[in-house]
């Protein structure tokens, strides 16, 4: 079993929409989790991070993790063409070493 | 505030063959992370360097090695390359030990032929 499941996609949503992206996990210890977006031929960008349990929104994007079902999420608000990207979420012990979902790609349809 | 950088962006070598691939952190950044990133995966962690000494290592055999030098730039090696071995290499700095969130470069693409 790995240790983070994250659906490929793609997701395909018209613009405006709001996404909803998740991933899960297997480790009761992990504690930071964060996501990550990645254009094409290009680093990922650090979106979101959050310790522990809770909520917390910045602009359009929402982050919430549910450690007792050990699943977490990305919501995106109002998507935008410049949305499309493959959205990876992470997590972490005590950041010394994360552990990546595999991608799922997102495409906004203008 | 200068970011991740690494080079070359991409890279062509034959089986058997060794590599280098270099990294500077963002600047204040004193930690760097290596990941492996295979084609349509999720990045996989190699190492980490701290203070010029690995710092945690993932589940990579020990031709996969590296240096970090006292400006926290860093180096990835690696010895008798496998096909397997294509992939995005991924260097991340963050802050002491690891203590903060990683920040990505944009990776070398190696490609084994």
């Known amino acids: 079993q790995k240790e983070v499941e994250q659906d490929p996609g793609p997701l395909s949503v018209p613009e405006g929409a709001i996404v909803s992206l998740n991933c899960t996990y297997s480790n009761s210890a992990f504690q930071y989790f964060m996501w990550y977006r990645q254009y094409s031929r290009k680093g990922p960008e650090l979106l979101m991070y959050?310790?522990?349990?809770g909520n917390k929104e910045d602009g359009r994007f929402t982050a919430q993790v549910d450690k007792s079902s050990k699943y977490i999420s990305l919501f995106i608000r109002d998507s935008q063409p410049s949305d499309s990207a493959t959205y990876l979420c992470?997590?972490?012990?005590?950041?010394?070493?994360?552990?990546f979902g595999s991608g799922t790609k997102l495409n906004v349809k203008p | 505030e200068t970011g991740v950088t690494q080079s070359p962006t991409h890279l062509i070598k034959t089986r058997g063959q060794q590599v280098t691939l270099r990294c500077s952190s963002q600047?204040?950044?004193?930690?760097v992370s290596w990941y492996q990133q295979a084609l349509g995966q999720g990045p996989q962690f190699i190492f980490q360097?701290?203070?010029?000494?690995?710092?945690g290592r993932g589940n990579f055999p020990p031709r996969f090695s590296g240096l970090q030098f006292p400006n926290y730039s860093s180096e990835l090696n690696v010895n008798a390359l496998e096909l397997d071995d294509s992939a995005l290499y991924l260097c991340?700095?963050?802050?002491?030990?690891?203590?903060?969130?990683?920040?990505f470069g944009n990776g070398t693409r190696l490609t084994v032929t």
């Open positions: 992470a997590m972490s012990l005590n950041f010394n070493k994360f552990y």
């Open positions: 959050t310790y522990s349990s």
């Open positions: 360097y701290y203070r010029e000494e690995e710092n």
């Open positions: 991340a700095s963050s802050l002491n030990g690891g203590n903060s969130p990683l920040h």
């Open positions: 600047s204040g950044h004193n930690t």
